[in-house]
């Protein structure tokens, strides 16, 4: 069963806009919640992380907002630039053991 | 410090053949995982090692499929008798605990022709 629901499956945005992605979760024993960010023929790689205990964490453009009782998280990039089109996914897991994947999105960036 | 290392990048194989990929974690990482990528798909778990140990196969098919991670070497996943289905994008992810971040590798595709 898909543990990590994933919206949407792919979004454009102009170049200085907001992209939002977001992500809902069923265990409540996840523990740690990364995004990762992949772009064609290279492996994902660890763009952002949250652990439950925090609402929310900031790394220059990138956001996650964590809601723990809706069992839900997002990605905000801010100011979005055609370097950010790629293929965003988020995860959860139960210390860090066996990560469970959202089906992805993919962002355009539009100059 | 080199990063997850995967070999081959590319292979290609028969059905009905073996295919054998190697996953080098970074140092000191002892923990590794494999995960399925089909094309514009997510990444399906398939098993997590520790040295010398399968903690969760969870994710994995009990036929054809086997993943090792020996006390000296690169993790091995394994497909015996490969099918047209089998090919996909498998990548490897490594990390020092079962409590740290998770680095991936950059792949290995496979095509079965």
């Known amino acids: 069963q898909q543990q990590v629901k994933q919206s949407p499956q792919s979004l454009i945005v102009q170049k200085g806009g907001i992209s939002i992605i977001n992500c809902a979760y069923e265990n409540t024993a996840f523990d740690y919640f990364p995004w990762y960010q992949q772009f064609p023929g290279k492996g994902p790689a660890l763009l952002i992380a949250?652990?439950?205990?925090?609402s929310e964490k900031k790394e220059g453009r990138f956001t996650i907002s964590f809601n723990k009782s809706a069992k839900q998280f997002s990605l905000h990039i801010m100011d979005s630039q055609p370097g950010d089109s790629a293929t965003y996914f988020c995860?959860?897991?139960?210390?860090?053991?066996?990560?469970?994947f959202g089906a992805g999105t993919r962002l355009t960036v539009k100059p | 410090n080199a990063g997850v290392m995967q070999n081959p990048r590319h292979l290609v194989r028969r059905r009905g053949q073996e295919a054998r990929l190697r996953c080098s974690p970074m140092k000191g990482h002892s923990h590794v995982y494999w995960y399925r990528q089909l094309p514009e798909e997510g990444l399906k778990f398939m098993v997590y090692l520790q040295k010398e140990n399968i903690i969760d196969e969870s994710g994995m098919p009990k036929e054809r499929f086997s993943a090792e991670f020996p006390k000296e070497g690169p993790s091995i996943l394994r497909i015996q008798q490969v099918v047209r289905g089998d090919s996909a994008a498998y990548f490897c992810?490594?990390?020092?605990?079962?409590?740290?971040?998770?680095?991936f590798g950059q792949g290995t595709r496979l095509t079965v022709v």
């Open positions: 992810a490594s990390s020092p605990s079962g409590k740290s971040e998770a680095f």
């Open positions: 995860a959860a897991s139960y210390n860090n053991n066996d990560m469970r």
């Open positions: 949250i652990r439950p205990d925090v």
